[in-house]
């Protein structure tokens, strides 16, 4: 994919009344970054690694995964990257790994759910990521966090899988450790998450806020981010990271919707992750809102 309205990508994202606005990218694999310059984004808001797994033969070793995570940062180059542990299930079904036939993936064992039933790979890659942490600004982000009690046994596996790497003469560190938001019961309360910041997942909330499946057209005119409860509770999430001064992103495709940007900002959002193929454009239609208007 390439960057379209490539002049507008090259200049820093600022509202018509002048209110910075941080542009990160999404990606899902390095190649998405051939030939592009990190200079047109503030960073990597969220690597999807499913494809990194996608493989059902061949589950990817903890030293093929530490090259990837590496080759993010050296990429960023200084910048923060962002990447999700694996969010299999539900959308994204991985032979081998996920559960099949369960009556309904969307609200089944999906995300952290499935990593915290499956240790084993998914500690696989908690040590790839410590080990690349020592490298750079790199963050880790959780997908489908739905109760406390599973990032703090995320970020508790995180804690032995660095002590037995050191143990063992390895650099690594515990990454700063956040969570996507994009289920209702995190978004109503998101003070209640040991969180180093959040990610607000405005696909995944969109469907579960209007129970509309977001793979189903059917329904596609109900699975609205602009639907009013879904903004409410985005701009919830947003006040309480101000006030908690905990930084808030949304890396949704709702941030790359010029019906629905205008709306984030005006909750109070000031920092997105867009596809690399929408950064000019939405860097285009940030400078056309005006905040005050
Ligand atoms: C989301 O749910 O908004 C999101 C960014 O993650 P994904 O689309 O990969 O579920
Ligand atoms: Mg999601």
Known sequence: ????????????????????????????????????????????????????????????????????????????AGRPVIVRTVDAGGDKPIAGLTIDGESNPFLGVRGVRLSLLRPEPFRVQLRALARAAVHGPLKVMVPMVTVPGEL????????????????????????????????????????????????????????????????????????DPLNPAVLRLIENVVRYGERAGISTSLCGDAAADPRVLPHLLACGLRSISVGVASLGRVKAAIATIDLNA
């Open 152 to 223: 703090d046994a995320v970020r508790s596996m995180f804690r032995e899988e660095v002590q037995a790497l050191r143990q063992a003469g390895t650099a690594a560190e515990v990454p700063a450790l956040g969570m996507m938001i994009e289920v209702p019961a995190a978004a109503i309360a998101p003070e209640l998450f040991a969180s180093d910041f959040f990610s607000i997942g405005s696909n995944d909330l969109t469907q579960y806020v209007t129970a509309a499946g977001r793979d189903n057209d059917a329904v596609g005119a109900l699975a």
């Open 1 to 76: 994919e390439r960057v379209v309205n490539e002049s507008a990508a090259r200049c820093p994202a600022v509202t018509k009344d002048g209110v910075p606005i941080a542009v990160s990218i999404n990606v899902a694999g390095l190649d998405e970054l051939d030939r592009l310059d990190p200079a047109m984004c503030d960073g990597i808001g969220l690597v999807r690694t499913e494809l990194l797994f996608a493989d059902a033969s061949a589950q990817p070793t903890e030293d093929v995964q530490y090259d990837v995570y590496r080759r993010l940062l050296n990429w960023a």
